[in-house]
């Protein structure tokens, strides 16, 4: 019986000798890294209002970023448009990556001489949010408000400090 026990005893203590034994393996796993191509953005195209006339009341242009005019209140869109066109940025990056875009929150100033107007609510095609091409480029373009006042003066307003409009990869 002694050796019987002996036996147990011998048998048990390989097994937990072979589970400890087998208790540690190792694997291993690759490190990855991939460095994407910078987003850049570039001015293609200033915005211009073109020709616009007032009255004794103010009102608004509205330039969408097709580049299509609306007016509100006492402002016409003379037979001679003049140079229309909603501002034109192009984006480069990685190919078919998203990107956020921020566009002005706050009015821009143009000036003639002394006499100053604003120019407000941004807005952008895409939207608030573009994806990249198979080649990694896209064309963002953007409109605005410009508020007039009654009886404005004549004269070409140009804004003293340009509008940013800023992208950033999602």
């Given amino acids: 019986m002694k050796k019987l026990s002996i036996i147990f005893s011998v048998i048990a203590l390989f097994t937990i000798t072979s589970v400890t034994v087998n208790a540690q393996v190792t694997a291993t796993a690759t490190a990855t890294g991939t460095i994407v191509t910078p987003i850049a953005?570039?001015?293609s195209g200033d915005m211009n209002f073109g020709n616009v006339a007032v009255s004794a009341t103010g009102g608004t242009v509205v330039l969408d970023p097709a580049s299509t005019r609306t007016v509100t209140g006492g402002v016409t869109l003379p037979a001679v448009p003049g140079t229309v066109t909603a501002a034109h940025f192009d984006i480069t990056g990685t190919a078919d990556y998203t990107y956020s875009?921020?566009?002005?929150?706050t009015a821009t100033t143009v000036t003639s001489g002394t006499n100053t107007m604003t120019v407000d609510a941004f807005t952008?095609?895409?939207?608030?949010?573009?994806t990249l091409n198979a080649v990694g480029t896209q064309t963002v373009d953007v409109g605005a408000t410009l508020n007039v006042s009654a009886l404005q003066a004549a004269g070409t307003y140009i804004s003293g400090t340009p509008f940013d409009v800023t992208v950033n990869y999602n």
């Fill in 41 to 43: 953005i570039t001015n």
């Fill in 101 to 105: 875009i921020t566009l002005p929150s």
């Fill in 124 to 130: 952008s095609n895409p939207g608030s949010t573009g």
